[in-house]
């Protein structure tokens, strides 16, 4: 009877695991990130749908970001087509300008310090560290935190960035005007966090 009890329990215990293990492996096979705090990251790669607004058009560009904490950081364009293959390079210290589809590359030296892009999530996590002004906002599936930028540039004023609770890794930045209008949407397609290495991004 105890020897049955046993079997009986082992078989319920093993069940129990492999539920388990079929729920934490269902959906979509998001990969969660390894870093629970995306503001102190060392690295990223993503590629990112850009929507810029303005008075007179709305431009949309798809571009893939390549980041290492180092101070070096890759910005390629991807579509529109008349714009593929145009890329920004800073190593460190020089800033690299390419056009694959023209063959084309400059190459300025001692470049002291690349401009800030607002584009970038680097960007955001610089500016969240300095800003005076943040505010913090849980949903049931995101945590949205909004900045004030210490710019002059009043159509880059405020930006939020939205976390998934699910997969702790970026959903999206809005950077709006000084009356919080949107300018700049950015849409997270694919990232993932740490795992870049600067090799990675000045290979090719």
């Known amino acids: 009877m ?38 102190n990251i060392s690295s990223y790669e993503a590629t990112v749908e850009v929507q810029i607004f303005s008075n007179k ?17 890759k910005q390629e364009i991807l579509e529109p087509e008349n714009f593929k293959g145009f890329s920004i390079i800073y190593d460190g210290t020089n800033l690299i300008i390419k056009n694959d589809g023209l063959g084309l590359e400059s190459t300025y030296e001692n470049y002291e310090v ?3 892009n607002s ?4 960007s955001f996590i610089e500016e969240y560290k300095n800003s005076e002004e943040i505010k913090r906002e849980e949903t049931e599936e995101e945590t949205i935190i909004k900045i004030k930028t210490n710019g002059n540039n009043k159509y880059q004023r405020y930006k939020k960035l939205y976390i998934s609770k699910k ?35 000045l290979a090719n």
């Open 2 to 39: 105890k020897r049955k009890f046993c079997i009986i329990f082992l078989i319920i215990f093993l069940i129990c695991i492999i539920i388990t293990y079929k729920l934490l492996n269902s959906g979509n096979n998001i990969i969660k990130s390894d870093d629970n705090d995306i503001l």
């Open 57 to 73: 058009n709305d431009n949309k560009y798809i571009l893939k970001q390549k980041y290492h904490e180092s101070n070096i950081f």
């Open 114 to 116: 690349l401009s800030s």
């Open 119 to 122: 584009l970038s999530l680097i």
């Open 167 to 201: 997969t702790n890794l970026p959903i999206k930045i809005e950077i709006l005007d000084i009356n919080e209008n949107i300018t700049v949407y950015i849409l997270y397609k694919e990232i993932k966090l740490n795992k870049t290495s600067k090799e990675e991004i």
